[in-house]
């Protein structure tokens, strides 16, 4: 906890004076920015006989290129890129039977975890309310993120067995949600909500999996 107390504390500290030096270079400006994420993530649509094993997080961090769509400067577009990385306890477990991969419900497991990584690529409308003068101001940026999978894994263990899938074929590549940044100053809310499934072609017993994403956590902007 103080770990997470004194990065929190950085980059606030980051945060407030990189927002002051880049408002002081006239009304029409843009914010370039890099970004971290920390996030609670929850799985939904899941089947209901697979529930979550224990505490789900993702953590992400990139770039955002902000271009100017008035002459305030309050108005703006952005595109990005970065690297997530999530951990989602999923209520499910995995067997091989000639290389096909048949999912079932296990909630017993002492680790039954997913760990992904992933390239994002976001974009952004955004309203914000500052001006050259102003540094903290409030912000809303809503839009969609597309994200690559890079590598999935998925791993369970209990007192008699321990196993471990490496990028398992019924993984969604390719992922797309939506997403709501809204807050004042330096912290920021975040949302993404997932479209499309995590898994394709996919069911347990007579059940497809159309398990989704949702998180929600902390961005934090650095111009």
């Keep these: 906890m103080k770990k997470l107390n004194l990065l929190f504390f950085i980059l606030y500290s980051l945060t407030s004076l990189a927002q002051k030096d880049s408002l002081s270079l006239g009304n029409k400006y843009a914010e370039d920015q890099v970004y971290f994420m920390i996030s609670y993530n929850h799985l939904f649509n899941q089947p209901a ?15 955002m290129k902000d271009q100017i769509l008035n002459k305030q400067g309050n108005i703006s577009m952005a595109v990005g890129f ?21 999912f079932s419900a296990d909630n017993s ?3 039954n ?10 974009f952004e409308l955004r309203w914000r309310g500052s001006d050259a003068q102003t540094y903290k101001f409030w912000r809303v ?3 969609v993120k597309a994200s690559y999978n890079l590598s999935n894994n998925f791993k369970f263990s209990d007192q008699y067995n321990s196993f471990s899938y490496r990028n398992v074929s019924s993984y969604n590549t390719w992922q797309y949600g939506l997403t709501l940044s ?4 330096v912290f920021t809310a975040h949302i993404y ?3 499309n499934p995590i898994l394709k072609n996919t069911s ?15 961005i934090f902007y650095l111009l």
């Design 49 to 63: 006989m697979a529930k979550g094993s224990g505490f789900s997080y993702g953590l992400s961090a990139g770039f």
């Design 82 to 102: 970065g690297y997530n990385f999530d951990l989602l306890n999923h209520g499910l477990t995995i067997t091989q039977d000639n290389n096909d991969i048949i």
């Design 109 to 111: 497991g002492i680790i």
């Design 113 to 122: 975890e997913l760990l992904v990584h992933n390239l994002e690529f976001p």
């Design 141 to 143: 940026y809503a839009g």
């Design 182 to 185: 809204a807050g004042y100053d």
């Design 193 to 195: 909500y997932g479209l």
């Design 204 to 218: 347990l017993d007579t059940v497809n999996i159309s398990s989704k994403i949702m998180r929600i956590g902390l």
